[in-house]
């Protein structure tokens, strides 16, 4: 049972526009969030994080959303770059419980810039 | 470059062979992993590891035993290989609890 889910397996977007991300959880004890973005032929590669006590943290191009409400978060990517493509995966941590410092992975999605 | 090293990066195995996989880190991190990526799944974790001497079973540990004689290493073994083992193999560490990982490049595992 998956309790990190990315519902959108692919997304396409132009050059120079806004890609959104997002990705969904079911166990309300992760406090933790982070997103990879993956290469082919590459292992995932850390871009962005954040904790429970925010509902925004910016890096750059990259921004995430928290909605602990909604158990819901978004990566946002402006503007978009053709180097952007790549697999994104959103990832989630419980801190409170023995599973502290295990990740769990959602399936991914395929992003793909065009020019 | 410091990081995480995976060897072997492929790998073709016939059903009911063994193998062992090595993951090297030179971070000084307490904390290894192992994951599995099999398309629309994600990534499932194995076995990890807290610490020098310490291992943990994961979400999907059944048909592998890990090993962490040494900090800097955390071996993935397959005792009789599957089909259903074909998977691509990540090992990641991390310095803690509160901390992004950094993961290897992954092993392409064939079972046949």
């Known amino acids: 049972d998956q309790q990190v889910k990315q519902n959108s397996p692919s997304l396409s977007v132009q050059e120079g526009r806004i890609s959104i991300l997002n990705c969904d959880y079911t166990n309300s004890m992760f406090d933790y969030f982070l997103w990879y973005k993956k290469y082919p032929a590459e292992g995932p590669t850390f871009l962005i994080s954040i904790s429970s006590i925010k509902d925004k943290n910016e890096d750059g191009r990259f921004t995430v959303f928290l909605n602990k409400s909604a158990k819901h978060l978004s990566l946002h990517i402006v503007p978009s770059q053709p180097g952007d493509s790549a697999v994104y995966f959103c990832a989630a941590s419980p801190r409170r419980t023995d599973s502290w410092g295990k990740l769990q992975f959602g399936a991914g999605t395929q992003v793909v810039v065009t020019p | 470059n410091a990081g995480v090293t995976q060897t072997p990066k492929f790998r073709v195995l016939k059903t009911g062979q063994s193998m062992t996989l090595l993951c090297a880190q030179d971070m000084n991190h307490e904390y290894m992993y192992w994951y599995r990526q099999d398309p629309g799944m994600g990534l499932r974790l194995i076995h990890y590891s807290v610490g020098e001497g310490t291992t943990a079973k994961g979400e999907v540990p059944d048909g592998y035993n890990v090993s962490r004689l040494k900090k800097q290493n955390f071996l993935l073994g397959l005792e009789s290989a599957a089909p259903s083992q074909t998977s691509v193999y990540f090992c990641?560490?991390?310095?803690?609890?509160?901390?992004?990982?950094?993961f290897g490049s992954g092993t392409r595992l064939t079972v046949v």
């Open positions: 990641a560490s991390s310095p803690g609890t509160g901390y992004g990982y950094t």
